[in-house]
């Protein structure tokens, strides 16, 4: 996955991609909601896995070199830090992102499946509920004082034990799968892809705005795919090979 020297004069960087291995987990949970059952054993072939939410840096040379419209809140000061996941955008844009810097870039980006992603976001800790273990989300480092009017600049905080940022919290993360709620009950065992069609596209995390900012690793979210609110944002993920 090497990109050309000019791209690199001109891309702050293609988002850092970390290397899951390949294994079984446990998927879903017993302490969530009715879409996170059954818990089920999954296999996950190895993938890569952007080290941090795409930032507005990033998006931008994509906005421009596309021609299309910026994000709605990208001018917004509680938003608009270089640094910053980009927020408000929909589903297709988060596709047509990856789609562009295959172009650019000869590889192979995608969205993430939620197999892949919550795999990635428990760092090989199966049963546990947060990428850290079981302690809830209040006994982290400045809870209360962080996300006070928006997502914060990413990899401010150390990474889960696969090297991910940010996983679980800051924004939602739209996933290529289609949503369905009980998906789980005819889940494939290997590499599981979602529905084959549906109306909502599968999201997953916490985000900034919500009362508990931290999600567990096996909760599940969705929306329509043009929809673009201000805690959803993406992260890509790569083929092997």
């Known amino acids: 996955m090497s990109i050309s020297a000019s791209l690199k004069l001109q891309i702050d960087h293609v988002p850092d991609m970390v290397l899951i291995p390949p294994g079984w987990f446990w998927m879903g949970s017993e302490a969530g909601q009715d879409n996170e059952r059954p818990v089920h054993r999954v296999w996950v072939d190895e993938f890569y896995l952007a080290a941090r939410q795409v930032t507005n840096r990033e998006y931008r040379l994509f906005a421009q070199e596309t021609a299309i419209a910026s994000p709605p809140l ?51 800790k199966d049963n546990k509920l947060y990428p850290w273990g079981d302690e809830t989300p209040h006994s982290r480092p400045g809870y209360q004082e962080r996300w006070l009017c928006g997502p914060e600049p990413v990899a401010q905080y150390p990474p889960n034990a696969f090297w991910v940022f940010d996983i679980c919290e800051n924004v939602h993360e739209w996933c290529r799968d289609w949503y369905e709620a009980n998906y789980y009950a005819n889940s494939p065992d290997r590499n599981p892809q979602g529905p084959r069609n549906g109306e909502r596209r599968a999201s997953r995390g916490g985000s900034w705005r919500h009362h508990v900012k931290i999600s567990r690793c096996a909760a599940r979210s969705s929306l329509p795919p043009q929809f673009k609110y201000a805690d959803y944002g993406f992260r890509i993920a790569s083929d092997c090979g």
């Open 74 to 124: 990208c001018e917004d000061p509680h938003f608009s830090h270089s640094d910053q996941p980009v927020v408000a955008v929909s589903w297709f844009e988060a596709a047509n992102y990856c789609k562009w810097l295959n172009e650019r870039t000869g590889g192979k980006y995608r969205l993430p499946t939620e197999a892949e992603w919550e795999r990635a976001a428990r760092g090989g």
